[in-house]
């Protein structure tokens, strides 16, 4: 019986989460105000981001994921959550421009271009397929 009663004790109600991120980034989110919040506000509301983009180091992103267990169908694998991102633009003097917020929804209906990048640096010059042709026809005598 005690036995019993200290298995019990130990057991979580709760489910476990994962989180990744900055955590209830919806609600930070709501506290931004468009053309009077400044960057130096932004870091003290959100902190430091997560990343910026490669054209413009004016816009800012945050990421927040949300990773629980999944029920029993799903075998105890993590399922998202929640996957949400903010996207902040500011203008030349650090005030906040544009917000975007995207959730799980938003996210999953982004289209993405097709188009493949090509690399020309791994290509090699006729002199080097030559020999290198010529080297493996050495080779294969032996």
Not at 19 to 24: D, R, S
Not at 60 to 87: A, D
Request: with cysteine; charged share 25%; proline share 1%.
């Amino acid at each position: 019986m005690i036995l019993i009663i200290v298995i019990l004790s130990n057991c979580q109600l709760n489910k476990t989460q994962n989180n990744h991120g900055i955590i209830f980034l919806k609600n930070r989110y709501e506290k931004l105000i468009v053309d009077k919040t400044n960057s130096n506000d932004v870091i003290n509301i959100l902190g430091q981001p997560h990343t910026k983009s490669i054209k413009n180091s004016n816009d800012w992103i945050y990421i927040e994921r949300v990773l629980k267990k999944g029920s029993f169908h799903k075998m105890g694998k993590n399922v998202v959550k929640e996957n949400n991102v903010v996207v902040l633009s500011f203008n030349k003097f650090g005030i906040l421009e544009n917000k975007v917020f995207f959730d799980k929804k938003k996210l999953a209906n982004i289209n993405f271009s097709n188009d493949k990048t090509y690399n020309n640096l791994k290509s090699n010059s006729f002199v080097a397929d030559f020999l290198q042709s010529i080297r493996a026809k050495m080779y294969s005598n032996r």
